[in-house]
């Protein structure tokens, strides 16, 4: 079997850059949040959210850091409101620009507040949201950030933490760049895509990041499309 190359460090996505072109911006936002959607990351989100309809009081009180088009909370809101469920949505990005798009994105969902933050400190109590998630935005950190944000993700959940990302090999890599290339004109999803892979990392490797900041018995599961996801369950 040939193992996974190492984990690339040291570059800055096209999309963490300030000052972009807010239609180019937009539209590569747009891209994403479809490929959320294709790849699965969304029901990933919501088969977490399933369980906690009957035993957590309404609202259901949820956390999204690194938000970005805040695509996973709208679908959030949408899974609830065909069950009647209520919720509150705190969308959190550093991005101002993104940020902005975002709260453009959510006028009609009254349950999201997209509000600007720093995920390595996150402005909350502990124990603040019964659900914390983090989508895409691990494989951005590097030397002790990672652990940091785990911590920081652990800290204000309740009862659950999920993490999603990315799982990074040569196989993942190959796939990625021949899929955006053939799904998508958009430079920046083209770049961005698979250099985010290569800073992925392995199921191992997030399971002793979440040991080393304090999660008790966090579970990795493999998703199809290469994601993975990261759960910590607190109650």
Same mark, same amino acid.
């Given at each position: 079997?040939?193992?996974?190359?190492?984990?690339?460090?040291?570059?800055?996505?096209?999309?963490?850059?300030?000052?972009?072109?807010?239609?180019?911006?937009?539209?590569?936002?747009?891209?994403?949040?479809?490929?959320?959607?294709?790849?699965?990351?969304?029901? &990933?989100?919501?088969?977490?959210? &399933?369980?906690?309809?009957?035993?957590?009081?309404?609202?259901?009180? *949820?956390?999204?850091?690194?938000?970005?088009?805040?695509?996973?909370? !709208?679908?959030?809101?949408?899974?609830?409101?065909?069950?009647?469920?209520?919720?509150?949505?705190?969308?959190?990005?550093?991005?101002?620009? *993104?940020?902005?798009?975002?709260?453009?994105?959510?006028?009609?969902?009254?349950?999201?507040? *997209?509000?600007?933050?720093?995920?390595?400190?996150?402005?909350?109590?502990? &124990?603040?949201?019964? +659900?914390?998630?983090?989508? =895409? =935005?691990?494989?951005?950190?590097?030397?002790?950030?990672? *652990?940091?944000?785990?911590?920081?993700?652990?800290?204000?959940?309740?009862?659950?933490?999920?993490?999603?990302?990315?799982?990074?090999?040569?196989?993942?890599?190959?796939?990625?760049?021949?899929? =955006?290339?053939?799904?998508?004109?958009?430079?920046?999803?083209?770049?961005?895509?698979?250099?985010?892979?290569?800073?992925?990392?392995?199921?191992?490797? =997030?399971? +002793?990041?979440?040991?080393?900041?304090?999660?008790? !018995?966090?579970?990795?599961?493999?998703?199809?499309?290469?994601?993975?996801?990261?759960?910590?369950?607190?109650?």
């Amino acid at each position: 079997m040939v193992s996974a190359p190492s984990r690339l460090t040291g570059v800055t996505e096209l999309m963490d850059r300030p000052h972009q072109d807010p239609g180019s911006l937009r539209t590569t936002l747009e891209h994403l949040a479809w490929v959320n959607r294709w790849c699965g990351a969304e029901r &990933a989100v919501l088969r977490t959210l &399933a369980p906690l309809r009957a035993r957590v009081a309404s609202p259901l009180r *949820i956390l999204d850091v690194a938000t970005g088009y805040a695509d996973i909370p !709208r679908a959030m809101a949408r899974w609830a409101r065909r069950r009647g469920l209520a919720l509150h949505i705190e969308a959190l990005d550093h991005h101002g620009q *993104i940020a902005a798009l975002a709260a453009a994105a959510c006028l009609g969902y009254p349950e999201i507040r *997209i509000r600007a933050g720093d995920a390595l400190a996150l402005p909350y109590p502990d &124990a603040s949201f019964d +659900v914390v998630t983090a989508s =895409l =935005l691990l494989h951005h950190m590097e030397a002790d950030a990672p *652990i940091r944000l785990l911590r920081e993700l652990h800290r204000v959940a309740r009862r659950i933490v999920l993490v999603s990302d990315l799982r990074r090999g040569r196989w993942p890599f190959l796939v990625a760049w021949l899929a =955006l290339h053939l799904v998508s004109r958009d430079p920046m999803i083209r770049h961005d895509g698979p250099m985010s892979v290569r800073r992925g990392f392995l199921p191992d490797e =997030l399971a +002793v990041l979440a040991r080393e900041a304090g999660w008790t !018995r966090p579970r990795v599961t493999r998703h199809s499309f290469f994601r993975l996801t990261l759960v910590g369950v607190k109650a």
